[in-house]
């Protein structure tokens, strides 16, 4: 049933792309010369009005550029298997979603992407003008920029989203909650007074790694990590006091209930388990009007606490982009399209928000709504990954100036020591493979208080080391060191 499934997605990926285009040369180019721009990216929600706004936005982009886009979602679930088999085929492909998450420096050294230099100043001449010179920098792999980022949040602190009328109910007062510890006896009163719901529900993000969230950096996968507050030295980041601490913290909570009892395996969504009333709060990065975000999702009003100063990791750069694939037929009117999604307001809002009377209005207060009449809107797009976020118009909720303080947020924070560094996993691939068994066997285990810390991170350091992990933080020193050394 699962390899079903799995080559059920594949034909229907590749259906899209076929619908549009034709492996033979120039074939993407109609009679009048417009040329087709394959896009696929991540997508999360079911977009039901999808070829409406695409048929919007091609009146724009061919009129000005004399291109069109077909606009390819990939379920986030299938994205790994699928983009791999997107970029290692032959089909034509212009645009797709890169990540770091996903690959993007491997995917960078093989020649999936192309560098892109030469392209942005002959025909990419906006995205300059609009990206600072520190994103693009930190995005480079081996010298050269093979994606453009997002605009987005590149900073992030790090803080508790908690349900407002729970806080009201019993009289909580926030303004005494300073640090992560003091969250205790507001976990206590809820654990007492509504025993159907968990304190604190957070799944995918463990409690302890957003507890760490801002004094290190994990240069990519946690393998040895560099502390800002010991800034050139690759660490262990599993034998760290502040870190043994704050397990030993969780470990603690959830022993007294105050945690979600299947954090570690659960793959439902913290903010869903909230909606759900089934969960006060989850930690997590923040951002301006993350409660506001977080508010209409959960469908009750979220308070938000901070506890860190924002931080810039490598990530904001390398986290979530747009390359251009090795498979394109047009490279430079892929770039062209690719430039209007930096510097078009209209494109980029009928990508974000779909087709302005039909998903939103626009209201007095400078920020856009439902139409009146409307509960469910039938276009939700995950914007946030692609282009110029900042040509947006906010949504209710959110102040007018939405972006001026994102632009603020963004500038006042702390830039990672290895801002910039790309770690190449090759020379210990292996070594990487076996320490990365190692971390799916107990970290999420140990960071949610599931694992007894007292005998299971002496086992997991053990285990880490006895898969290699000496050695790759030897090699992520010595290449950081030659990185320093000529940045």
Not at 209 to 224: C, N, P, R, S, T
Not at 241 to 255: F, G, I, M
Not at 342 to 349: C, E, K
């Amino acid at each position: 049933m699962k390899k079903m499934t799995k080559m059920l997605v594949f034909l229907l990926v590749t259906a899209l792309i076929m619908a549009g285009c034709s492996s033979k040369e120039g074939s993407s180019t109609s009679e009048d010369g417009t040329y087709e721009v394959v896009m696929a990216y991540m997508n999360f929600t079911n977009v039901k009005d999808l070829e409406l706004v695409q048929e919007e936005m091609n009146k724009i982009s061919k009129e000005k550029i004399n291109a069109t886009v077909k606009l390819v979602p990939i379920s986030a679930g299938a994205w790994q298997e699928q983009s791999n088999l997107l970029l290692t085929g032959s089909e034509k492909l212009d645009l797709i979603l890169s990540s770091s998450f996903y690959g993007y420096n491997t995917n960078a050294i093989k020649g999936q992407y192309l560098p892109l230099e030469e392209l942005l100043e002959s025909h990419g001449q906006g995205i300059l003008e609009v990206m600072p010179e520190h994103i693009l920098e930190g995005n480079k792999v081996d010298g050269n920029i093979y994606g453009i980022p997002s605009v987005r949040d590149w900073g992030a602190n790090y803080g508790i989203a908690m349900r407002k009328d729970i806080i009201d109910k019993y009289n909580i007062d926030v303004s005494q909650i300073k640090e992560w510890k003091d969250l205790e006896k507001v976990f206590a009163i809820v654990k007492e007074n509504e025993p159907t719901m968990t304190p604190l529900v957070n799944t995918g993000l463990s409690p302890v790694e957003m507890m760490m969230g801002g004094k290190f950096d994990q240069i990519g996968d946690y393998l040895g990590v560099m502390r800002f507050d010991d800034p050139g030295k690759v660490v262990n980041l599993f034998e760290q006091p502040d870190y043994v601490e704050n397990v030993e913290l969780v470990r603690d909570w959830y022993q007294k209930g105050y945690i979600l009892k299947d954090a570690a395996t659960s793959t439902e969504a913290s903010v869903n388990i909230v909606a759900a009333g089934k969960g006060f709060g989850y930690f997590n990065n923040l951002k301006p009007g993350y409660d506001v975000q977080e508010s209409i999702i959960a469908g009750t009003e979220m308070v938000v606490l901070e506890f860190t100063e924002p931080f810039t990791f490598t990530s904001a750069s390398t986290g979530f982009n747009l390359s251009i694939s090795k498979n394109t037929r047009n490279k430079e009117k892929t770039m062209e399209f690719l430039n209007l999604l930096y510097t078009d307001a209209d494109v980029m809002n009928l990508l974000a928000n779909g087709i302005e009377g039909k998903h939103y209005v626009e209201n007095d207060e400078g920020t856009i709504e439902m139409p009146e009449g409307v509960t469910e809107s039938n276009y939700v797009f995950n914007a946030w990954m692609l282009g110029n976020n900042a040509l947006t118009d906010p949504w209710v909720g959110n102040p007018a100036n939405y972006w001026e303080i994102m632009n603020e947020f963004n500038e006042s924070a702390i830039i990672s020591p290895a801002f910039g560094f790309t770690f190449n996993p090759d020379p210990v691939k292996t070594e990487i493979a076996a320490a990365t068994n190692v971390l799916n066997e107990y970290r999420r285990g140990i960071e949610s208080g599931t694992l007894d810390p007292d005998k299971s991170l002496p086992d997991f350091n053990e285990k880490l080391k006895a898969a290699g992990l000496d050695k790759i933080m030897a090699e992520k020193q010595k290449q950081f060191d030659e990185w320093e050394a000529n940045k």
